[in-house]
Every structure is written in C-alpha cells, then in structure tokens.
C-alpha cells in the first residue's frame, strides 16, 4: 500500500470512530433507540444476503431507520453509494433515509463539491438516492430534528435549547478534538472540529499549555443563583494548565429559529434591585411596565420616561441580561463567553460577553427605551415578570 493510500485509510478509519462518538452521544441523549455498524443485506431470493452495505443503520423510538455511507473525499464513491442506498431501502422499507457523511474539517475544496452536489439534491436538479450528503455537524442536527419532531413547540424549544447546551459540552470535552488539537495530525479526525476550534480560540487557549480540558453542563455542579433561579452559564469549562493551576471559563448558550433570542427575565422589582435600589422613580416605571405588559399598552410618554430613566444603566443592565454580572451569582455562574447557533440560518457565533453587548450597541438593533433589548413578559407570567430578548448574532 502506498503511503497516501495508507494516509487515506487512518483517516477513514479514525473518521468513523468520530461517526460512532456522536451516534454514542445521540443514543445518550435518547435521539436514536440504537445503531448499527456494518450494515449488510441482500436482494431477497438470491443467496448473497450480504451484498448491499452501509457503514451505519440507525435506528429511531418510531422504528424509522437511517442508513449512513461515509466518505473523507467527494470524488470517491459517490455513485457507488447512490447505488448500494436504492437497493438497501427497496429490500427494508423501514430504511426510510440515507445520508453520506463527510468530516467537518474536510478541505476547502472538498467543501465546495459536497456542498453543491447537496444543493443539487435539496432542490431536486439531480436524481439520488440518498437524501444528502452532510457534514457531521449537520448529522447530528439532523437526528436531533427528527427525534425532536412530535414534541409539541414550546417543549421542543426547551429541549433543543437543552440539546445545543449538552453538544457544546461534548464538543469540548471529546477526547477525539483534544487528541487532534494537541497533536496538529492531519491523518486525525475530531467531532464538530471545527466549532471546538472557534471555542478554542475563542478562549484563547494554547494546546502547549494545556494538560486537560473538561466541559459540563450539569446543573448541580454549576448551582442555583442565591435567589434560587438559573445561571447564566450553561457549560462550564475547566482547563488543567502546565504549571498544575485550573482555570473556569463560563459560557452561555443561545439557539433559536429566530431573528432575537429570550435572554433574561426577571420581576421588576429584582430590576430595579440590580440596577438602582435608590431609584424610586426607576422602580415605579418597572412596575408599571410591568403592569402593562408591553411598550403599546405602556405608551409613549411612559416610554420616553423609562428610557431617560434608563439612561445611565445600560451597560450595568445589558452585561447583568447576558452574562449575569451584579446580578448575585458566582465567578462559576456568570457567563463571560456567548455562543449562539441560529437553526435557520445552520451558523454559530463565538464572542465574548463583553463583545456582545458591544456588537449589539455598535449595530443599534432597535431595542426598546435605548437598550439592545425589546422589551416583552414571558409567556404566562403576565404582570409577574419583565423579559428581554436581543438580537441572535450569527456572524
């Protein structure tokens, strides 16, 4: 065997080691009822029972079934697996779908050509069999859609936004991203690679300082706020360096199908504690925003008054809204990085929360009373609380 014939298998075999991380981490979260390595069936009435072969079968609560083909290279294989994929779901009709899955860290150019002969499929230019070919990011996301699919919306909703905290969690904690990091090896392949390495350099990290690296978002570990309500940190991170310190680095997770994102509520007495206990005038306008329910019912010249009232508090509320900063919790437990993921658009963003609100301020994504922020009550909770919602950056 050639020594890039010997290249090409490492990588196909550690890449579909990276296949079953995250079939591993999709039956963990109850996705997928189980998988299959080595599919294999044959043409009934013939004695090759073995003929047709996929990589993966998955399988799902409804009993729906997936195949999955692998592939490190577009060019390679493509017609083949069109062919094995039309005969697998003829001979088992519960197979229902078939994907080819490429790595996340394939190249540019590998990029471009599975990219288009996915477009091609999507908008029906081009008979196939299968019904894409997909990145692992985008394998996981799509279990996830699917599982998620009955759940009525407001659960679904609760549960991706579970979801998105749990595989941040596991991208930076796979040992498959921190072996490949660490070893800069080509022949290597991680899980979501390259959103661990936006994390990465998002956090300034260097893989020669660096002895471990584990993420959690397990809630009993980050704690309750002293008020007893949610953090605003959804993964905690914890980086063991050389010199044998540990450092924690707090990240909240936002993902939505829409243009803003919910990120804070509160009763408008607990606003008016974080930001100005003193301000009598402050805390009455809170309330009878509260009482209202919205700028309309609230009116313009009440409007006027709470932004003047506003005024000197907007950086002190905005990094209190994102990260929890003044509002009680620990150095654990405010979030000083933001990750996004906007569903619709399939793109993440990585930023401080300092650059945040930053970015919100600088692009004046008209938000109520002078703040980024509409101004909104959470469902249910009319005359009980006050929600903020920002724009979801994407970019």
């Given at each position: 065997m050639s020594e890039s014939n010997q290249d090409k298998s490492i990588k196909g075999y550690g890449f579909k080691k990276t296949i079953e991380s995250i079939l591993d981490y999709s039956k963990n979260q109850k996705y997928i009822k189980d998988y299959y390595i080595g599919y294999a069936c044959g043409m009934p009435g013939y004695k090759e029972k073995s003929q047709f072969k996929a990589a993966y079968l998955i399988e799902f609560s409804d009993n729906i079934k997936w195949v999955l083909f692998t592939t490190t290279t577009i060019r390679d294989r493509v017609k083949e697996q069109y062919w094995e994929a039309?005969?697998?779901?003829?001979?088992?009709?519960?197979?229902?779908?078939a994907f080819i899955i490429y790595p996340d860290e394939i190249s540019d150019r590998e990029r471009r050509l599975a990219e288009?002969?996915?477009?091609?499929?999507?908008?029906?230019?081009?008979?196939?069999?299968?019904?894409?070919?997909?990145?692992?990011?985008?394998?996981?996301?799509?279990?996830?859609?699917?599982?998620?699919?009955?759940?009525?919306?407001?659960?679904?909703?609760?549960k991706k936004g579970t979801a998105f905290e749990n595989k941040i969690a596991f991208i930076i904690s796979n040992p498959f991203n921190i072996e490949k990091w660490r070893t800069n090896d080509e022949n290597k392949s991680g899980v979501h690679y390259v959103v661990f390495l936006e994390i990465i350099k998002m956090l300034h990290l260097q893989a020669s300082d660096v002895v471990s690296i584990a993420a959690t978002c397990d809630a009993s570990v980050i704690g309750s706020l002293p008020s007893?309500?949610?953090?605003?940190?959804?993964?905690?991170?914890?980086?063991e360096s050389k010199d044998n310190m540990f450092v924690f680095y707090t990240i909240s997770c936002k993902r939505s199908e829409n243009e803003r994102v919910a990120v804070h509520e509160y009763s408008a007495d607990e606003f008016s504690r974080v930001l100005d206990p003193n301000n009598k005038k402050l805390k009455q306008l809170l309330n009878h925003f509260q009482e209202c329910g919205g700028p309309v019912k609230f009116g313009v010249e009440n409007g006027?008054?709470?932004?003047?009232?506003?005024?000197?508090?907007?950086?002190?509320?905005?990094?209190?809204a994102l990260g929890g900063y003044g509002g009680g919790g620990n150095e654990k437990q405010c979030a000083k990085y933001i990750i996004t993921y906007s569903s619709t658009k399939r793109k993440y963003s990585f930023h401080s929360t300092r650059d945040y609100y930053n970015e919100l301020i600088a692009r004046d994504t008209h938000g109520h009373f002078g703040t980024p922020f509409t101004w909104t009550y959470p469902s249910k909770k009319f005359k009980t609380k006050i929600q903020l919602k920002c724009e979801l950056l994407t970019d």
């Amino acid at each position: 065997m050639s020594e890039s014939n010997q290249d090409k298998s490492i990588k196909g075999y550690g890449f579909k080691k990276t296949i079953e991380s995250i079939l591993d981490y999709s039956k963990n979260q109850k996705y997928i009822k189980d998988y299959y390595i080595g599919y294999a069936c044959g043409m009934p009435g013939y004695k090759e029972k073995s003929q047709f072969k996929a990589a993966y079968l998955i399988e799902f609560s409804d009993n729906i079934k997936w195949v999955l083909f692998t592939t490190t290279t577009i060019r390679d294989r493509v017609k083949e697996q069109y062919w094995e994929a039309l005969n697998i779901k003829t001979i088992d009709k519960s197979i229902k779908a078939a994907f080819i899955i490429y790595p996340d860290e394939i190249s540019d150019r590998e990029r471009r050509l599975a990219e288009a002969k996915n477009k091609k499929i999507q908008s029906k230019n081009e008979y196939a069999t299968v019904e894409g070919i997909i990145s692992q990011d985008q394998l996981s996301n799509t279990i996830e859609e699917y599982a998620l699919k009955n759940a009525i919306r407001g659960s679904a909703l609760a549960k991706k936004g579970t979801a998105f905290e749990n595989k941040i969690a596991f991208i930076i904690s796979n040992p498959f991203n921190i072996e490949k990091w660490r070893t800069n090896d080509e022949n290597k392949s991680g899980v979501h690679y390259v959103v661990f390495l936006e994390i990465i350099k998002m956090l300034h990290l260097q893989a020669s300082d660096v002895v471990s690296i584990a993420a959690t978002c397990d809630a009993s570990v980050i704690g309750s706020l002293p008020s007893g309500g949610k953090p605003k940190t959804d993964v905690l991170v914890t980086v063991e360096s050389k010199d044998n310190m540990f450092v924690f680095y707090t990240i909240s997770c936002k993902r939505s199908e829409n243009e803003r994102v919910a990120v804070h509520e509160y009763s408008a007495d607990e606003f008016s504690r974080v930001l100005d206990p003193n301000n009598k005038k402050l805390k009455q306008l809170l309330n009878h925003f509260q009482e209202c329910g919205g700028p309309v019912k609230f009116g313009v010249e009440n409007g006027k008054k709470l932004q003047d009232a506003l005024a000197p508090y907007i950086e002190k509320l905005s990094l209190w809204a994102l990260g929890g900063y003044g509002g009680g919790g620990n150095e654990k437990q405010c979030a000083k990085y933001i990750i996004t993921y906007s569903s619709t658009k399939r793109k993440y963003s990585f930023h401080s929360t300092r650059d945040y609100y930053n970015e919100l301020i600088a692009r004046d994504t008209h938000g109520h009373f002078g703040t980024p922020f509409t101004w909104t009550y959470p469902s249910k909770k009319f005359k009980t609380k006050i929600q903020l919602k920002c724009e979801l950056l994407t970019d």
